[in-house]
């Protein structure tokens, strides 16, 4: 069954930089684009990035353009989100998620980011 | 571009069925026949309920149905029952970019 697990989430001083991972299980995963999505604490959904099956193009919303950066390794079937110059309102918890049918077919269990001094 | 529109709260009884809307553009929704709707549990992830407006993933119950007309689509959930209670939330493909855009989510309480 596909299973998506994140992990590197923690807590970061505004200004600061976390890189995200997310290993990917049962399913092609060179087959199909891969999604940040982020929950900030009580609010909705936001999407943040987005990457090609093959890594060759990358989408960003315009809240992290330019500080986020997606990536792929898919030899290790992972998929990453470097964050850099980090500021409160990024707090949320992120998820990654399976591109499929034009959704989000399945998602990962999250992992919560604080940027905090 | 604009978060799609929501109401932030719906109700029902066990039995009945309830409708929550999802409105947005001639960008997005009116454009694309990309929407799909999300169940939340709290502290949980998100669970696919309908993709590309209408379809049901395999394991989702045929009580959950997705439409759209216009600028506006919308979840019906038939039969509610007590573990229907959550949050949902509607999404659209919005074009360029492989934008995708949520909206706010509607907390749905069964009474």
């Known amino acids: 069954q596909v299973q998506l697990v994140e992990s590197g989430g923690g807590v970061v001083q505004p200004g600061g930089s976390l890189r995200l991972s997310c290993a990917a299980s049962?399913?092609?995963?060179?087959?199909?684009?891969m999604h940040w999505v982020r929950q900030a604490p009580g609010k909705g959904l936001e999407w943040a990035a987005f990457?090609?099956?093959?890594?060759?193009?990358?989408y960003y919303a315009d809240s992290v353009k330019g500080r986020f950066t997606i990536s792929r390794d898919n030899s290790k079937n992972t998929v990453h989100l470097q964050m850099n110059s980090l500021r409160a309102e990024d707090t949320a918890v992120y998820y990654c998620?399976?591109?499929?049918?034009?959704?989000?077919?399945?998602w990962g269990q999250g992992t919560l980011v604080t940027v905090s001094s | 571009q604009s978060a799609l529109t929501q109401p932030p709260s719906a109700s029902g009884s066990p039995g009945q069925s309830v409708t929550i809307s999802c409105t947005g553009t001639s960008s997005d929704v009116g454009r694309y026949n990309y929407v799909s709707w999300y169940q939340q549990h709290p502290g949980k992830a998100p669970k696919l309920m309908i993709y590309e407006v209408t379809k049901r993933p395999s394991g989702v119950p045929d009580r959950f149905s997705g439409s759209k007309s216009g600028n506006t689509a919308s979840l019906t959930v038939s039969g509610l029952q007590a573990e229907d209670e959550a949050d949902y939330f509607c999404s659209s493909y919005a074009g360029s970019n492989y934008l995708r855009i949520f909206g706010g989510g509607t907390k749905l309480t069964v009474l």
């Open positions: 049962g399913f092609t995963f060179s087959s199909y684009g």
């Open positions: 990457i090609w099956f093959d890594g060759s193009k990358t």
């Open positions: 998620g399976k591109d499929g049918s034009w959704a989000f077919d399945y």
